[in-house]
């Protein structure tokens, strides 16, 4: 299923196999289509020619509209949103987090009121897996608590220790439904997600616990929400060395270029964040620069692509006057066009990530790049 097939220092050169599409190569950026779209109008034929390898979807929304039993009907979320590769679906778990005014946990689970409508939704470890399951999707998330941050000891500790009891029922419902004559895709993964806090002996207690369990990968998940990086950083260097080795390692929800080679850098092969799309609908795009704001009134003019170093359509076609025009005339293309330069960008980030642990040269690539990355043009 995982491979590492070569390391510099604490980074890692993988090869993820799933039952849909080729060999994911990483480190790699998951794509987030929260809704099985990602938003700007981007389709899936968008993303193979940007260079997504695996799309990122939501187990939560897709339940609330248009309905898990509705998709599996029509075939699974790879036929319904015609896309032949890798899906990972989140458990619904961050959305403990995002909706707390809307939520209530017990031990059995999360009673919900809908974001659309107010209904009522229960969800819980059973739940989530058969949701996913009913999906299709390559990799199902377990079910957790995704705490803010700061979060006091006692509530992170007893957090922890809930979700891995989550764990050890979704294993149980993941296993028998994959084992099911009726199940769409019975060699579904589940990843165990690491909580704690910003708490390293919870991390590392937690870790060791669901490290137990054999799950297919592991994810850190509850970070990026709210505590500085440099405790992101020094939580994952807490965890890294408890989390199995022959296993992926997922930060959840992270995050900027810098974010991804700190952690790269400490061990992480997967990634994934809204970032890129919802920036690019905002006009914020990156390039091996910096960041551009192509909504500054010094853009009007400029004949130039975004980036010359990009094969994105918006840079192989359209200057950054193009692009600010569309902007500022409202027009819908702004918005595609830049979501696909931003996730092009981030494919290609990967990318040369990739090459420079295979060629030993990690810690000069950091170098080079770190600094520029965080910049603004």
């Known amino acids: 299923m995982f491979q590492v097939l070569s390391t510099d220092g604490q980074a890692r050169r993988g090869r993820f196999h799933c039952a849909h599409g080729g060999a994911v190569e990483t480190p790699v950026f998951m794509n987030v289509a929260t809704q099985a779209a990602i938003k700007g109008g981007v389709s899936a034929w968008d ?88 999906l299709g999707s390559d990799v199902a998330m377990a079910f957790d608590e995704c705490v803010e941050n700061p979060a006091p000891y006692d509530y992170a500790k007893a957090s922890c220790a809930r979700t891995l009891r ?87 929800g992270v995050g900027t270029p810098v974010n991804i080679l700190e952690a790269v850098g400490r061990g992480v092969d997967f ?14 795009l990156f390039t091996w620069d910096g960041t551009i704001n192509i909504l500054n009134e010094k853009y009007a003019s400029d004949d130039r692509p975004v980036s010359e170093r990009c094969h994105c359509p918006l840079c192989q076609h359209y200057s950054r006057a193009y692009l600010r025009h569309l902007f500022k005339a409202g027009e819908v293309l702004a918005l595609r066009l830049a979501v696909l330069h931003n996730l092009q960008f ?27 990355l965080a910049g603004r043009i």
């Open 346 to 372: 981030y494919n290609d980030l990967m990318a040369g990530i990739r090459q420079a642990i295979e060629a030993k040269q990690y810690a000069a690539f950091y170098t080079e790049y770190v600094e520029r």
């Open 271 to 284: 990634f994934d964040c809204v970032m890129p799309s919802r920036n690019g609908r905002h006009g914020k």
């Open 47 to 134: 993303l193979r020619e940007v260079g997504c390898q695996i799309a990122l979807s939501n187990t939560y929304h897709l339940h609330l509209r248009p309905g898990d039993e509705r998709v599996r009907t029509l075939g699974g979320l790879h036929r319904f949103m015609n896309w032949d590769s890798p899906i990972l679906t989140d458990s619904g778990g961050f959305q403990v987090f995002s909706l707390a005014p809307l939520r209530k946990i017990r031990e059995e689970g999360v009673q919900f009121a809908s974001h659309i409508d107010g209904r009522r939704i229960f969800m819980g470890p059973e739940e989530s897996m058969r949701i996913q399951s009913n």
């Open 166 to 252: 989550w764990l050890e029922r979704c294993k149980a419902e993941h296993e028998r439904l994959n084992a099911s004559p009726e199940t769409i895709n019975p060699r579904q993964m589940l990843f165990g997600i690491n909580q704690g806090a910003t708490y390293a002996n919870l991390r590392v207690w937690h870790m060791e616990r669901i490290a137990e369990l054999d799950c297919d990968g592991y994810a850190i998940g509850g970070l990026a929400v709210g505590e500085p990086a440099e405790v992101m950083y020094r939580i994952i260097e807490a965890v890294e060395p408890h989390m199995p080795a022959d296993k992926p390692r997922y930060l959840m």
